[in-house]
């Protein structure tokens, strides 16, 4: 009978391992004949296209000898053997009515439909499991963001218990080898099926996988190994840190379960508005203003800049919106060395209110066309 094995799974020919095998699973899942709306059939179709798609040798035959099972190396010689030289098909899987199902990829598919804890090919001892990741807003200055600045917060996270220090039991009990499973952390468990006995290694429910079971649970933290504290934390602000940027720090956050490692402590930066200078990139801003008589005749004024006041000579004839470059006093950069600059903006400020003398010289100037 001729096969298509790539219309089977629903895939073309130039599909990559990791498209076959995606194929499968959810074909697999959408016809297990357990599930509703199964199809026991299509099923072990599915899993029968896999078996040569799913492997590159079985594949490469596959197409060189066409759809037809029987044409594959067999030279007419029938019998239900499949592939010729293939006789790799009955390794680690099951076979009836000359077919035969690799449990390794239908681990999973099993363990839905069966409640299996784990793949058929064994599971290993349950892992620690590892902790949370912590997220906090720190606000700071904008000084503070531009030069750097050390910072100690206090947050509230589950830390390692002080009084087990992190074993879950209470001090002076015993912790006894798990008599379920032996210290192994596994149990071997069999099922059956409509395919036949499955033999399945799965996490020992009796200590979770742990090989040992505690006979006095801590008082503090009631076995768990981890309870919550107040815990104080440095943290480091860079330099020229944006608002808005977030540093991680690895291992600060909650501590893991059972040995599990521990998150990480992310600190999202929020920088407060200063009144006088706005940050653009590494540039900082100013406007400044500038008085008539100051802008038309030229002179100097003192500006303020984040390293104190400087000097800034002001030409004749300046007009408003002028800017003028302050090299190197603007923000350091993160990643190199050196700093922006700093951009002064200046506009001229009308006098709000003028005295009789003001008001007669300006009067003057006007009749002189100024």
Do not use: W
Request: proline share 3%; aromatic share 8%.
């Amino acid at each position: 009978m001729t096969k298509d094995y790539y219309k089977i799974l629903g895939i073309d020919k130039n599909a990559t391992e990791d498209q076959v095998k995606k194929a499968f699973r959810t074909k697999a899942h959408e016809h297990h004949p357990d599930k509703s709306g199964g199809n026991e059939a299509k099923f072990k179709e599915v899993n029968e296209a896999y078996q040569v798609l799913g492997n590159k040798e079985k594949r490469s035959q596959y197409d060189q000898f066409g759809t037809t099972f029987d044409q594959a190396g067999m030279g007419g010689s029938g019998g239900g053997q499949g592939f010729g030289g293939f006789g790799g098909f009955q390794q680690g899987g099951y076979r009836t009515q000359d077919m035969n199902f690799d449990f390794g990829d239908l681990g999973d598919i099993f363990g839905d439909v069966f409640g299996f804890g784990g793949g058929s090919r064994g599971t290993t001892r349950s892992k620690g499991k590892r902790g949370h990741d912590v997220e906090v807003d720190l606000q700071i200055e904008f000084v503070e963001a531009v030069f750097g600045v050390i910072k100690t917060i206090e947050l509230k996270k589950l830390d390692q218990c002080n009084r087990c220090h992190g074993n879950g039991a209470e001090p002076g009990s015993a912790i006894e080898t798990c008599k379920t499973c032996n210290g192994s952390g596994q149990v071997t468990q069999t099922q059956q099926t409509f395919l036949g006995a499955i033999r399945q290694t799965v996490v020992c429910s009796e200590c979770s996988g742990e090989g040992k079971k505690i006979s006095k649970p801590c008082q503090e933290c009631g076995g768990r190994g981890v309870s919550k504290k107040l815990s104080s934390v440095k943290i480091t602000i860079p330099a020229g840190i944006e608002d808005g940027q977030s540093l991680k720090l690895s291992s600060q956050g909650e501590a893991g379960l059972k040995g599990g490692g521990n998150g990480d402590l992310y600190i999202r930066v929020r920088v407060k508005a200063h009144p006088t200078f706005h940050r653009q990139g590494n540039e900082i801003r100013i406007k400044y203003a500038l008085a008539y008589s100051l802008a038309a005749l030229g002179g100097k004024v003192r500006v303020p800049t984040l390293d104190g006041e400087v000097e800034l000579k002001i030409p004749s004839g300046t007009a408003s919106g002028q800017q003028f470059v302050l090299k190197n006093l603007g923000v350091p950069y993160l990643q190199r060395s050196g700093r922006g600059n700093q951009v002064v903006e200046v506009f001229i400020a009308p006098p709000k209110s003028l005295n009789r003398q003001q008001k007669k010289l300006l009067e003057e100037l006007e009749k002189e066309g100024l």
